[in-house]
């Protein structure tokens, strides 16, 4: 089993649709959580941290449930400029090493 | 400003030479890190160092090395024993530490064999 796993996407959706991705990690001793958006060609960015209880930043919500080791991302009004990949990471050690998940392709449509 | 800078942005490899990518970092960040991004694909770890003098293998170093004999500086060598180091590469660093520090990326470098 892969430690971190996405939906395998692509996610094609019409501008204003909402959106959820699905991530599952395999580690329960994870730390802590993050969502990363990747252009094509480009480095990954930080997106939003995810935090136990949940955290909204916009038109974005990202939710943890620890008891299942699944992380959630929600975009909300979706926007043509939020077509990229969206990248699911996990942190063990407190920044001893960061694992990536593959990926969820997001294309909004006009 | 502070961030990440990685040299060159593309890079050109003939079969059986070494190649080294630059990485520099002026966040005084401790941890720094090297991931090798492949079409269609994830990030896969090369290299992580945690302090100065001090390296660690990822899931995928062989034909790869480093060093890191400052604090803001982690160059990756790419050896001829690397068979496929056509890719995408990327340079991160972080502050380790309880709070869920990010991880931040340099600009890529895209390694391509002639």
């Known amino acids: 089993r892969k430690e971190v796993e996405q939906d395998p996407g692509p996610f094609n959706v019409p501008e204003g649709a909402t959106v959820a991705f699905n991530c599952t990690y395999s580690n329960s001793a994870s730390q802590s959580f993050f969502w990363y958006r990747q252009d094509c060609r480009k480095e990954p960015k930080l997106l939003m941290s995810?935090?136990?209880s949940g955290n909204e930043d916009g038109r974005f919500t990202a939710q943890l449930n620890r008891a299942s080791q699944y992380i959630s991302l929600l975009i909300r009004d979706s926007k043509l400029s939020d077509s990229a990949t969206y990248l699911c990471?996990?942190?063990?050690?407190?920044?001893?090493?960061?694992?990536f998940g593959p990926g969820t392709r997001l294309s909004v449509l006009p | 400003d502070g961030g990440i800078t990685q040299s060159p942005k593309y890079l050109f490899r003939k079969e059986g030479q070494n190649v080294t990518l630059s990485c520099e970092q002026n966040l005084n960040h401790d941890a720094m890190y090297w991931y090798r991004q492949d079409p269609g694909q994830g990030l896969r770890l090369i290299y992580y160092s945690q302090i100065v003098n001090d390296f660690q293998k990822g899931d995928i170093a062989e034909g790869y090395s480093v060093s890191r004999e400052k604090k803001e500086s982690f160059p990756l060598t790419v050896t001829s024993a690397q068979k496929n180091p056509t890719a995408f590469y990327l340079c991160?660093?972080?502050?380790?530490?309880?709070?869920?520090?990010?991880?931040?990326f340099g600009q890529g470098t895209r390694l391509t064999v002639v």
């Open positions: 995810v935090y136990s």
């Open positions: 990471v996990v942190n063990v050690d407190y920044g001893q090493n960061f694992v």
């Open positions: 991160a660093s972080s502050t380790p530490g309880q709070g869920g520090t990010e991880a931040f």
